[in-house]
């Protein structure tokens, strides 16, 4: 390595240096499960405790690792990032927390078959529509990908990253070189609304949705933002990308093989009359998710235009025409509201879809709402 | 080669207890490398540690898992936090420094975050080309690029 710069010893130097960077750092704890934790944080305590349980305790063999294969490197098995953590009741690092099923309409699950509706006679009659599964629009390319990316409660990009082959019609890039871990990395055009990555075979885009909406132009989010998402995804394999922290794939396709990610088992869609009136579609989720994955999941399904949200909130609103609010643990309602969305959100309501004409029209009683 | 222990693996019966006690030290320092920050590198190798702790029946090689989720927690927080420079108390705790590591010192912080990434993996974690490849995601000759032009920016301030 050393062989290209003036310097021979460089290399050895930067290393003397680094160690002696990190010697000067003393670790609050030097590796020894402490009583007190140092910043006072209720995750430090659970883990300092935990730690101290294993260590004085002696209770090693609830965590004795069984049937590891040590055999092989370490890191050619391990994720590259680290995978969504179990829902928690403590903050972590990105200031998330974990849904408390006492603050939902229902703390339990829907039964399977429950429609949402607007108990308000004065609409037209409800009825079950098509059903909705978000996930349907791959995207641009055999491996293609939506993503939304956080920061904390904040959206920094609902887009698409998509690898095209180098002779497709995508393959033009002819916007300025941008630095972001990658050699020949280009803006996608003058505008810089889209970062262009060499890969193998081709190259990856990664823009907002306007991009490819609008075939150009922008910029549509921060620059430093699309900069800082373009860094983290670099040439990771397209099916890894959830994996990095704050992105969140909603839908797309790997290899042609459409993807669900968000984890939406099922959705079913009530329609008061025409398009144009009311219109709900309740989807139930493989997972609770978190407040942030939640916040992640509202801007996918309205399309990144949520309204200011906060991390904990369990309902969201979208320019005065959507409302989006987790019922249950696993149930998420979406309504849409083409007027009075406030009254619609008043009279939300839920019924088996059996039941659904009967509840309308008072002779069958709904679950009641629980109090905020 | 002095090897910050972080590599090696873990053998079937290690408790995460004795994984904690022997590791948060190094773990502390990588992030600490990473981010420039005593106080961040503690938090984030205590979340890495965190992290461990809920999956310790599932990762097969908790030392590379507790690095991948260092290195990640220190990408979180760079993209966090608004004040690049230390506290005065922290740059008077490496007043000791010699010259060459108050210069790397002072480079890292500048670098982009891949560059640097890949340097610490290099030079502090004593990774191969191939396995930082791994770790950050990019090929190995993107690799050895973001480690050439790392390493000039480093030999400019150390001039």
Known sequence: ?372 | MVNDGIESTTTRDDSFGAFYADRFAALSRLAFLLTGSSEAADEIAQEACEQVFRRWDDIDYPRAYARSAVISGSRSWGRRRTVRESAPSERARFAELDGDAIAVRVALADLPERQREVLVLRYYADLKVDDIAVEVGARPGTVKSLIHRGLARLQEELA
């Open chain 1, 1 to 372: 390595m050393s062989d290209m710069l003036n310097d021979p010893d460089l290399e050895s130097r930067v290393r003397r240096a680094m160690h002696s960077i990190a010697d000067a750092h003393q670790p609050s704890s030097s590796g020894q499960p402490v009583t007190q934790p140092t910043d006072g944080s209720p995750r430090r305590t659970w883990l300092i405790a935990a730690a101290t349980l294993l260590v004085v305790g002696g209770v090693v063999a609830v965590f004795a690792v069984a049937g590891r294969d040590t055999s092989t490197s370490p890191v050619a098995t391990e994720p590259l990032v680290t995978a969504p953590s179990e829902p928690s009741d403590t903050p972590d690092a990105d200031g998330d927390v974990a849904i408390d099923p006492a603050a939902l309409r229902f703390s339990e699950p829907l039964p399977d078959g429950t429609v949402a509706f607007v108990n308000d006679t004065s609409l037209p009659a409800p009825g079950v529509a098509e059903r909705g599964i978000v996930g349907s629009d791959p995207g641009p390319s055999p491996d293609s990908i939506r993503v939304v990316v956080m920061d904390g409660p904040r959206l920094l990009m609902r887009g698409i990253i998509t690898d095209v082959a180098a002779d497709t019609d995508l393959d033009r890039p002819i916007g300025p070189a941008v630095e972001v871990g990658v050699d020949g990395a280009t803006y996608i055009d003058a505008d810089e609304g889209a970062i262009v990555i060499p890969i193998d075979g081709g190259r990856r885009i990664v823009g907002p949705d306007e991009i490819f909406t609008f075939g150009g132009g922008g910029p549509y989010i921060e620059p430093d933002a699309l900069v800082e998402i373009a860094t983290a995804v670099g040439q990771l394999p397209i099916d890894r990308v959830d994996q990095l922290p704050g992105f969140f794939v909603y839908a797309g396709s790997v290899g042609g093989e459409t993807i669900d990610p968000l984890g939406v088992v099922d959705a079913t869609t009530v329609q008061h009359g025409v398009v144009g009136y009311s219109g709900l579609t309740l989807y139930r989720l493989a997972e609770p998710p978190t407040s942030v994955e939640l916040l992640a999941i509202g801007n996918a399904l309205l399309r990144g235009e949520l309204d200011e949200a906060a991390i904990g909130d369990i309902a969201l609103t979208a320019g005065g025409q959507f409302y989006l609010e987790l019922v249950s643990p696993v149930d998420l309602v979406v309504l849409n509201a083409s007027a009075d969305l406030d009254q619609r959100i008043e009279k939300l309501d839920f019924a088996a879809a059996a039941d659904l004409a009967a509840a309308f029209d008072g002779s069958v009683t709904a679950p009641p709402r629980l109090e905020p």
